[in-house]
């Protein structure tokens, strides 16, 4: 038996229209598919995919050694204009950790897209609540987004950026807008396809900034991609990498 557990396999899940496997160690297509790896857990995530007419998704897990994870998805969607259709990502699987405790969080994150006339972006998205429990409800989502396709937009686009710091060398259009809960949206301003960076110093200006208490829980870190429309889209991840150091 090998050391990772994957959740309603999609063997019997028919091939993109158009796009040809890759060898992966696993594959995952329908709604509620996961992979879990010793340090990641590897979501297909169609959370949206309801709103689309007509499309499908499936993600590859290519490489799991430690706190280092590579991936595919395979994407096409149409219909649903301005919607996302899902977020396939990787959690680093670590628990809740209170912000006050965490001195840095140093990622590395190599990526590239193709595909036709794609609405997508390239995300980190984290999700803060007040305690750490696993059913505690969220007070913040909190994206840094290193690419942004086909003019897709943050939560709060129309009200323009509150704040444009420089983290990590790059300045970020900063967005502040409603969901269920207050999203941050972090926009990077040039596409950045290798990103090596502590995204702490991200969560830090919020505390330092906009008033975010370090008291909060940071419930769940992912990176990944959201896309809305396009088709035959390839997203290729080689490597990422992230821990969290308290």
Same mark, same amino acid.
């Given at each position: 038996?090998?050391?990772? /557990?994957?959740?309603?396999?999609?063997?019997?899940?028919?091939?993109? *229209?158009?796009?040809? *496997?890759?060898?992966?160690?696993?594959?995952?297509?329908?709604?509620?598919?996961?992979?879990?790896?010793?340090?990641?857990?590897?979501?297909?995530?169609?959370?949206?995919?309801?709103?689309?007419?007509?499309?499908?998704?499936?993600?590859?897990?290519?490489?799991?050694?430690?706190?280092?994870?590579?991936?595919?998805?395979?994407?096409?969607?149409?219909?649903?204009?301005?919607?996302?259709?899902?977020?396939?990502? *990787?959690?680093?699987?670590?628990?809740?950790?209170?912000?006050?405790?965490?001195?840095?969080?140093?990622?590395?994150?190599?990526?590239?897209?193709?595909?036709?006339?794609?609405?997508?972006?390239?995300?980190?998205?984290?999700?803060?609540?007040?305690?750490?429990?696993?059913?505690?409800?969220? %007070?913040?989502?909190?994206?840094?987004?290193?690419?942004?396709?086909?003019?897709?937009?943050?939560?709060?686009?129309?009200?323009?950026?509150?704040?444009?710091?420089?983290?990590?060398?790059?300045?970020?259009?900063?967005?502040?807008?409603?969901? /269920?809960?207050?999203?941050?949206?972090?926009?990077?301003?040039?596409?950045?396809?290798?990103?090596?960076?502590?995204?702490? %110093?991200?969560?830090?200006?919020?505390?330092?900034?906009?008033?975010?208490?370090?008291?909060?829980?940071?419930?769940?870190?992912?990176?990944?991609?959201?896309?809305?429309?396009? /088709?035959? *889209?390839?997203?290729?991840?080689?490597?990422?990498?992230?821990?969290?150091?308290?």
């Amino acid at each position: 038996m090998n050391r990772w /557990s994957i959740l309603c396999l999609a063997s019997a899940v028919p091939a993109l *229209a158009g796009l040809a *496997a890759r060898d992966p160690i696993a594959t995952i297509c329908t709604k509620n598919n996961i992979i879990t790896t010793d340090d990641f857990i590897l979501y297909n995530n169609l959370w949206g995919e309801d709103t689309a007419t007509s499309g499908s998704e499936c993600t590859y897990l290519d490489y799991d050694s430690g706190n280092s994870i590579s991936w595919q998805t395979s994407w096409t969607w149409a219909g649903g204009s301005g919607e996302v259709k899902s977020y396939p990502n *990787a959690v680093l699987n670590v628990g809740a950790k209170q912000l006050s405790t965490i001195t840095t969080i140093p990622s590395t994150w190599s990526w590239s897209y193709t595909g036709t006339d794609l609405v997508a972006d390239v995300s980190y998205d984290a999700f803060f609540s007040a305690s750490d429990s696993t059913t505690a409800t969220h %007070e913040y989502e909190v994206m840094i987004w290193l690419a942004a396709y086909g003019g897709i937009e943050p939560i709060g686009y129309s009200d323009g950026p509150i704040a444009s710091p420089t983290i990590g060398g790059y300045t970020w259009d900063l967005y502040k807008g409603p969901n /269920s809960w207050t999203v941050y949206s972090f926009v990077a301003r040039e596409t950045i396809t290798d990103f090596s960076g502590d995204i702490m %110093e991200f969560f830090s200006y919020l505390i330092d900034d906009e008033g975010v208490s370090s008291s909060l829980y940071l419930q769940t870190l992912g990176a990944g991609t959201e896309p809305e429309t396009g /088709s035959d *889209a390839w997203f290729t991840v080689s490597p990422y990498t992230i821990s969290i150091n308290t």
